[in-house]
């Protein structure tokens, strides 16, 4: 993200009188002072990288603005966001918000974006009612309030103004996919995606006729499997950004409890307030379950597995029923092979997302380096990208993201140089435990659904 810099005449910034305010009842609150005490430190690094960030534009250094405002405007949302939870009397995030557009309008920027334009986008997008809550002491605060807070926004709104603890909105962040153009390689499960779940929701009554002429049936949910990094999380969402719907993610976290019948419970709340969200907004919602095996483990039949079979149960109604309700089911798994089998089966569309081939890592590697400066010459070189390709083939997209920053961290150290190929030798050669058995997360008895459904 390449970000316009200003002569910086004016001496803006975060209101420091407020931050003053904040930093006191930090450092005196009642409660639980640990938490206090890390916000504390938090709100404190975040307004230095903004100084930081003022100095490097000052002094046009392009490559610290571009790390500085990059740290800068995802850290300062989640940070304002926790502090007006926390002292909504103080309207940390109106204050905050008034004070960086005031500070636009002075400086009167040019149609480049700004980061001023990034960190004001961020702050009105996340605005919340403030005034619901007065707790200045951390007394009473507990984390499922924090999160049901916190998905509030213009679309959860439109259901009511509780949503349920073990649900969460996706409100996609400066370094959330924008759509498939920012997944790299992977051109049959973009494929796959645009068949069968885009084109239905954006040419309803094509579909149709496609399953009255040809007998073509569109996926009531769609399962995800494979090993860990390598894209069943992110493709989730870049799918949701080219879609232009909105997704709740089922938090496993929240939705599972000790007490009897509360999981299942805890998932059919969930999953009524996101019909309630479709039915209002009158558009299809994405009701997305990762780690669905801890959801839906497979059932033994013992009087210890009751809970199981509630929950089972109550996603089979989920899945069978949800195309009705417009919400469409995805979901994630690494343990295929955990899963309960009548869900698996329930599931139409079963998409396995493996170790990148060559196109996928090359694509991967070019995302990367392009977001450094001293990585787009390798980025823009066929033949020294294709060395590194060679070079990390068995491991899966995170991974190939830490690769390159212990890559960049060498160019770094080497009199701050681009990065080269062989920045990329030792990091393999010293990672090679981070490489996976891709055959483990394989379904080994049957095949991913592509193209008819059944």
């Excluded at 420091?16 to 305010?21: A, D, G, M, S, T």
């Excluded at 000052?58 to 490559?63: D, G, H, M, P």
């Excluded at 049936?217 to 399962?223: A, F, H, N, V």
């Excluded at 393999?428 to 981070?434: A, D, G, I, P, T």
Aim: hydrophobic share 35%; glycine share 6%.
């Amino acid at each position: 993200m390449r970000i316009n810099n200003i002569d910086n005449k004016i001496n803006f910034g975060y209101n420091k009188e407020l931050n003053e305010k904040v930093n006191n009842k930090l450092k005196h609150a009642k409660g639980n002072k640990e938490i206090a005490q890390h916000l504390l430190e938090l709100n404190n690094i975040c307004n230095k990288t903004e100084d930081l960030l003022r100095k490097a534009e000052k002094e046009n250094n392009r490559t610290a603005l571009d790390i500085y405002s990059y740290l800068f405007v995802n850290m300062k949302p989640a940070i304002t966001d926790e502090l007006n939870d926390r002292f909504p009397i103080l309207k940390y995030r109106e204050t905050e918000l008034e004070t960086y557009n005031a500070e636009k309008k002075a400086r009167n920027l040019g149609e480049e974006y700004h980061w001023l334009d990034e960190i004001t986008d961020e702050l009105s997008d996340s605005a919340i009612l403030d005034g619901e809550m007065v707790d200045e002491d951390f007394e009473s605060k507990t984390t499922e309030t924090t999160a049901s807070t916190k998905t509030a926004s213009p679309t959860s709104k439109a259901a009511n103004d509780k949503c349920p603890a073990c649900l969460e909105e996706f409100i996609p962040t400066p370094v959330s996919p924008v759509g498939f153009s920012s997944i790299g390689g992977m051109k049959e499960v973009k494929e796959l995606l645009e068949d069968k779940i885009l084109f239905p929701l954006k040419n309803p009554e094509m579909a149709k006729f496609d399953e009255v002429e040809y007998g073509k049936k569109y996926p009531r949910g769609t399962l995800f499997y494979g090993p860990p990094g390598c894209g069943k999380t992110t493709s989730i969402e870049a799918l949701t950004a080219e879609a232009g719907l909105p997704m709740y993610k089922l938090k496993i976290s929240k939705a599972g409890s000790k007490y009897i019948n509360e999981s299942s419970r805890n998932i059919q709340k969930a999953y009524e307030y996101v019909c309630e969200v479709a039915e209002k907004t009158e558009k299809p919602v994405l009701f997305v379950i990762d780690e669905l095996e801890s959801l839906a483990p497979k059932r033994n039949g013992d009087l210890d597995s009751q809970e199981d079979n509630k929950m089972v149960g109550t996603l089979l109604q989920i899945i069978e029923e949800a195309r009705g309700k417009n919400v469409i089911v995805l979901a994630a798994t690494n343990c295929f092979d955990k899963i309960d089998e009548a869900i698996r089966s329930r599931f139409d569309d079963k998409i396995y997302i493996g170790l990148p081939d060559a196109d996928t890592r090359r694509g991967v590697l070019q995302i990367h380096l392009n977001r450094r400066t001293k990585g787009q010459a390798l980025a823009q070189n066929p033949e020294e990208l294709d060395k590194v390709v060679a070079l990390t083939a068995g491991f899966s997209n995170r991974d190939i993201a830490i690769l390159t920053d212990k890559a960049a961290l060498i160019a770094r150290s080497d009199n701050r140089r681009d990065i080269i190929a062989d920045d990329y030798i030792i990091p393999v050669r010293e990672n090679q435990n981070m490489k996976i058995k891709e055959s483990q997360y394989k379904d080994k008895q049957t095949r991913p659904s592509i193209g008819f459904g059944k």
